[in-house]
């Protein structure tokens, strides 16, 4: 047998055909991208572990993922926070996690999506189930997992063709395969989804350029939000009850512990924000959740230099939008005493 | 650790760097490979490693004992000692839930109000592979059929040997610990054919498994709707692919990773979806399990010995006890038990009913074994009895309202799939990989290579677990 022939041939073939396929990608626009997984999050999560009441937590939706940056936060305040939140999640399943399994007495900030946050205490249902697996990856990683995210760094940061994207960005074989269709034996109702973020290693996520000077991109996400909200007009009604005794349970726990909760509402625009108006109203969700808690509270609406910000797929902002958002919360929660700026003291 | 993972990939190339390095003897490299495998295990969850260690101790034991005792009870004694200790650790880990929550529903059946809470024991990865594996070891060395290894290293690395520790192949004390007597060291061709053996591994798992029929049988195994035939049928033939493509697929790379190592590790798997019947797919499907099961249960349980009657009964606990070995659940037991009918089925028409195989009825009489192999796998993969029935019933069209949820796509993909592996298993039946590749130009070879390996690094996944490590 003449294997070595047939080893190199392999390799110069195998070399090739990568080349070629990471320079295809790369022709077509797309760029390194990390993954946004479970291993990535429990990096943050085991932070947590080590961290002194002076540091700070970020918890919720992607709202409080797009809307809070981590450098603007840390400029106004001294502290770079730990961000937890995760998309399409209620923040209720790390909300426990924190203030059951570890003894962080500092400030977490809860962002509170109605849609979400008031949604469900059904560990079965996604905006539960996601977080919680977050949560439980972490508790059960193995040593070989921790390795696995360590090694594959290098490689998401330097090869396009090792992005994770799913739907319409995903470029993975099983990715491209899904987007053949042949007949309509069974719709698939979702409009397509385009990735419009981009995350750093600790996490910070910027949106990506392309959703702010690109209308058709921007409207595209809008038409999922719409699906959502349509979908959720069928689904079972916001479950209120059950989310805020979950929720205010685990609150008094964590500020009889010393712990500093604040809770906001971040900005959303368009048809999304009417959305939220005519099927979680404020006053019967977001003000009796403040009411209830007695904790610090921020609305967008209630700040005028929030009211005119614009989201550009109405759910989100820009980047340069969330970094005046954060500086400017930053400064009105310092001067509220609602945190305390770090530097100065 | 997953040999389609990174960690591994680092792993791997420590070990072969220290191994044909020149810092060791041969002694230290057996001594290297031992560590390497106790760290391969214990980077999952490292406490388990003591469960090893506890196996090796008192097999060792029992094994050297077993060497030198004359006196029949207590050979018997020693014997004995190891299968409670193997046998425990199983019933324990493994069918501790089982057993408790099959005792309470006794209780509860006879009027006894009795609750338990669940034990919530962990599963020691390949607990089922390593105990059978060093089990074999007493057994053979109570019937003085191998002779005690020669040193506890020997023995300590046949137990642990990483290719092989966590999905088998099992294989047995003679075949393995006299390969760790003498120097090995692969040569050029061996090492560059265990490579390929691993890139194929890694193919059917990574591309074939979980790439093209993973997420088709999870949707349909999944769903709690009653289905429509065609995706009862599609989501069970693609269960069958997957589990093929796992399953062989880390053998294959077990194989090929030992082979690098220059340790020849026997076939697990000959095309089994190509078996003409019954007995012939379990000379061909998990072979180490289902050869230890022939010699370790159905002979003792008197085999073929003692008359028709006893070697049914025998044949069919041995399908039971091989179903459970498997999970502890009664869905297995039933897939066991479908199997050891049809074992029987088959003994009683080549009695009764016997013809002549040819070429033209053997791929017909192929794809019915490979159909009748199908509906045991909706056992096999239904978490409950529920899923299963309401599977089987869209299957054989007893009801006809069954939701549609597979797209056509995907109903072609899997068919494709599945249609051209169970031709490929035909085709290659009778000879071997080994035998192809010597018949195939190098460079065409290569190309083949090539392609699975760009297809490997496209698919990339996402570091999904064989589904036997949780066996």
Redesign the interface.
Known sequence: ??????????????II??IF?ESYWRSQGFTQTLDDNEALWSVQRERVENATSDNMLLMGSSRVLFDIQLNEWETQTGIRPIQLATVGSSPLPIFHDIVNNTKFNGTILVGATPGLFFSTTNPEAQPWAWPQAKVDYFHNR????Q??HL??IP?QKSLV??S?HQGVDGI???EL?NK???????L?PMPPFHEFGEIEMDRNLKMKPITVTDTAYANSVIKVWQFFMEGAKNGPPPDKDATMAFFLKDLNTFKARGGNVLLLRCPSSGSVRMGEKMGLPRTDFWDDLVKQAKVPAYHFEDYDQFKNLTCPEESHLSHKDARFFTTELAKIMIKDKAITNKKTN | MLFNSLSFVLFLIIVLALYYSKLFNWTNKKRMLLLSSYVFYGMWNPPLVILLWISTVVDWTAGKRLAVEENQKKRKIWLLLSMLVNLGFLAFFKYGDFLLENFVTIMNSIGIDFQAQPMDIILPMGISFYTFQTMSYTIDMYKRKIKPARTFLDFALYVTFFPQLVAGPIVRAKDLITQFYEEKKATTNQFIWGLFLLTIGLFQKVVMADTLLADTSDAVFGSDKLLHGIDAWIGTIAFSGQIFFDFAGYSTCAIGIALMLGIILPDNFRYPYASLGFSDLWKRWHISLSSWLKDYLYIPLGGNRHGITRMYAALMLTMLLGGLWHGAAWTFLVWGGLHGTYLILERLQKRYLPFKITKWNGIFLAFITFSCVNITWVFFRARTFDTAWNMIKSMFYMQIEGEKILDTFTIIKVSVVIAMLFLCHWIMRNTSMKEVSLRTSPIVLGVVWAIMTFLIIIAQGSGEQFIYFQF
């Open positions: 047998m003449k294997l070595k022939l047939t080893l190199i041939v392999a390799i110069i073939i195998t055909t990568s396929w193995t040593y070989a997992q390795l696995n090694l594959s490689l063709f090792m994770d993975k074989l099983k395969i053949i269709h042949v007949g309509n034996r069974v698939d």
